[in-house]
Each structure stands twice: as C-alpha cells, then as structure tokens.
C-alpha cells in the first residue's frame, strides 16, 4: 500500500488515499523517512531486511518448493537463527509459498491375486539399513507429443532414489530399466525385498525374472490400493507435485528427463525430509556407514 500511495500522491494525495486504504498518514511518512534515511528504522525492521533476500535465495536454491517448516530447517543449517513464526511472517512479505499437493491419478491395472507374489511388507515401509527394502512405482507426464511415463525405484531407509527411468513408452522395459539402473549403483546382496503394486508390468516374467536372478525378494500390494505402497505412492506425489506441476506445460520426453535428473540429484543431496529428522537421504545414508566403521573400530 505504501508504493501505491507514493505511485499516486500526485494526483490523488496522501491524506484522501489513507483514509480510503484505512491507513494513517502519520505510518506512511515515516516510511518515506525510513527510506531516506535506513538508520531510523526499528531493530525488528533492519533485521527483515537482512532476512528477506537471504530467505528468497534458500528458497529458490530448493527448487522453489518449501513451504514455512522446510524453509526454517534449511535456515537453521545455513546458520541463521530464525524464528518459525518470523519465516512464515517474512514469506508472506516476500510473496513465496511452498508448493501444494494435487490429486492422484490411478495408473494401476494389475494382474488377479492369486497371480502375484506374497505381500511382504505388510505397510511397514521403514527399513533398518540400506539394500533392505526397495520399492518401485511409476507415473506419467502429459507433454505435447503425448504422454511420458517415469518409473522410480526407491531405497527406504532413506528414501534416496536408487534409479529411475523416463520413456515414451508403457511397456516393462522401461521399469525394468530403472531397476537395472538401481541394481549397478547400490550391487545389493540377496534377501533385499522389492516391493511394488500390482501393475502389469512389475509382474511381467521379464521383470520378475530379473528380480530372481539378482537375487531380490518380489512383494506386491493391491490393486488401487495406495496405502499398499505407500512410500512409493508419495515420492510420486512429491515428484508430480515439485517437478510436474510446478514446471509444466511440458514440450517432449527430453525435457522431462532433464528436469527429472536435476531433481532426482537435489532430492538424494539437498532436500530435507521430515522422516529422516530434517537431513538428506545422503547424510542419513552416511551417517549409518560411519556408524558402522565407528562400531568396527571399537570392537
């Protein structure tokens, strides 16, 4: 209101617009003093103006999608000591917000129950080590050449994702393709359980053949029923939400591909989760590996 009133005094005048907007005059001059002259603005103020760029610049080198809790945790680990109430004060100042979760689309048509393997994670998606418990999922894109599809295959501990896989097309090869991405970078011993939905191509013989010979335990949920991959279900929703949503329209395969590596990258090395105690799946899946040398030192 400030700025409109200045935009405006000439034609209008001071007076007439504060009554108008409710705003005392006595406020509006001491801004245009402030602005003169920085020095007569109060403790609180000076320490605004500091905060706001350095909010806005945490902000979008997290890819403009925290909301007030992520974006106090972030500050906290730049250093800045911040109220939570004063970075959601200052966003609201600023003009930011953290992204917000649209609604799911179902993209599951599964094979009957009694064509599929046993459930073994019964909804209990936190494991006790890495290379204990992968699960997989897929989505698709709308772009102008039609649709795009990106299979993601997640490590629980951490919830880093392990590999990925963008294609044009809907058959197995390309989920297949994200686990042999996750299979070269993590080489896992036998007994890792992978668990998925009941999707066609995740219970297609190629696939599970590979699971087989890599030594991975399949497990399956139900059909639509979120809940039974639920850690799946929201890394895509936190995929759709911080990617899809917020970039799109999107032209073609290769820019969705582009912006799914960049955020593929922040995701395992600079976003903050909440389950893992506002740290990186990197720095929880460090964390664990120097504990064990730590453990092997002491014995």
């Not at 649209?102 to 890495?130: H, S």
């Not at 997640?154 to 896989?165: E, L, Q, R, S």
């Not at 058959?171 to 042999?180: G, I, M, N, S, W």
Request: proline share 4%.
């Amino acid at each position: 209101m400030i700025a409109f009133i200045q935009d405006h005094r000439d034609q209008h005048g001071v007076e007439p617009m504060c009554r108008v907007l409710q705003i005392a005059p006595s406020t509006f001059y001491e801004h245009q003093a402030i602005a003169r002259d920085p020095d007569r603005a109060s403790d609180r103020a000076k320490r605004d103006g500091e905060l706001r760029p350095e909010l806005l610049r945490v902000w979008q080198e997290n890819r403009s999608v925290y909301g007030a809790r992520k974006l106090w945790h972030a500050m906290k680990r730049e250093k800045f000591d911040i109220a939570r109430c004063t970075v959601e004060r200052l966003m609201g100042d600023i003009g930011i917000e953290g992204v917000r979760r649209g609604k799911k689309v179902k993209t599951t048509y599964g094979q009957p129950a009694e064509l599929c393997p046993l459930d073994k994670v019964n909804r209990q998606f936190r494991a006790t080590q890495p290379n204990q418990l992968w699960v997989s999922d897929f989505t698709f894109v709308s772009t102008w050449r039609g649709f795009v599809y990106v299979a993601f295959v997640i490590d629980t501990f951490a919830n880093k994702i392990v590999g990925w896989k963008a294609s044009t097309s809907q058959e197995t090869q390309f989920v297949l393709d994200a686990l042999e991405q996750a299979l070269h970078a993590r080489s896992p011993a036998e007994n890792l359980i992978h668990h998925s939905d009941r999707g066609s191509q995740y219970l297609s013989i190629k696939y599970t053949e590979r699971l087989v010979d890599a030594g991975l335990e399949p497990s399956v949920g139900s059909v639509g029923d979120s809940y039974d991959n639920a850690l799946a279900e929201t890394m895509i929703g936190l995929f759709k939400t911080e990617v899809i949503n917020l970039l799109g329209p999107w032209k073609s395969k290769d820019q969705v591909e582009w912006e799914t590596l960049k955020w593929v990258d922040w995701f395992n090395t600079r976003r903050l989760l909440e389950p893992l105690r506002y740290i990186t799946p990197q720095e929880a899946e460090d964390a664990y590996y120097q504990g064990l040398k730590t453990d092997d030192i002491a014995a």
